[in-house]
């Protein structure tokens, strides 16, 4: 199957500083990415979706300049989260549509995302 | 609001039965539904997908009915398996003409050996 490589797994940054995480499809195109943030025992929420050559789409409540996505090619697609608090702790998740028609979404591992 | 429903308690059952799990939700005509095998601390791997059009899907140990009259998915495991041992998500789609999926927060299920 399609293959989505997300990285890091995890990450410690201190509060105030600017995280960049990368979603890659390894073995397919990909113009649309979507990113979620699960917190523990809750379901993924999506955040935005990132459509590669344009703006992201971001989900009501989501912050866009907080939530920065880049999506500068076919197979990657990146979420900065700038300015990082504490609150921005979670696990986020990007997803990608190989375009095959089954609606199957392929995941990344996720990131483990810690402020200190 | 759309919302899903899952079992927000664990299920605990013994190896070689049946694993059933629920998902009921409102306000929403999902085109298609989806099942996800989550892991602790990983993402979502897709499991099944059944259309509205359809009542039931195999796929080797699983099973899963879809009753659109209900607005209910039950998700079948046979002949569990301690692997089996993870959290398992509902997620609806196909409402928006895009791929824009909305998740359970997915119930635990705990095989014992």
């Known amino acids: 199957g399609a293959v989505v490589s997300q990285h890091p797994s995890w990450v410690i940054c201190k509060s105030g500083t600017s995280v960049k995480i990368e979603c890659r499809s390894l073995?397919?195109?990909?113009?649309?990415m979507f990113w979620y943030r699960q917190f523990p025992k809750q379901s993924l929420m999506l955040m935005a979706t990132?459509?590669?050559?344009?703006?992201?789409?971001?989900e009501q409540g989501v912050e866009k300049d907080k939530f920065l996505i880049n999506h500068a090619s076919l197979t990657l697609s990146t979420l900065t989260v700038t300015s990082a608090h504490p609150e921005d702790s979670s696990f986020y998740i990007c997803?990608?549509?190989?375009?095959?028609?089954?609606?199957?979404?392929?995941f990344g591992q996720g990131t483990r995302l810690t402020v200190v | 609001s759309q919302k899903i429903e899952q079992n927000s308690e664990a299920l605990n059952i013994q190896e070689g039965k049946t694993a059933t799990l629920t998902c009921n939700y409102t306000?929403?005509?999902?085109?298609?539904l989806q099942w996800y095998r989550q892991d602790p601390g990983r993402g979502p791997v897709f499991l099944l997908l059944?259309?509205?059009?359809?009542k039931e899907k195999r796929k080797e140990r699983l099973k899963v009915t879809f009753d659109t009259t209900l607005k209910q998915s039950l998700f079948h495991i046979t002949a569990s398996q301690p692997a089996d041992s993870a959290t398992y998500l509902c997620?609806?789609?196909?409402?928006?003409?895009?791929?824009?999926?909305?998740f359970g927060a997915g119930t635990r299920l705990f095989v014992k050996a």
């Open positions: 997803s990608a549509d190989p375009g095959q028609g089954n609606h199957e979404a392929f």
């Open positions: 073995d397919f195109q990909a113009t649309t």
């Open positions: 990132s459509n590669e050559g344009s703006k992201a789409t971001y």
């Open positions: 306000n929403y005509s999902p085109a298609y």
């Open positions: 059944i259309r509205e059009n359809e």
């Open positions: 997620a609806l789609d196909g409402d928006t003409g895009g791929f824009k999926t909305i």
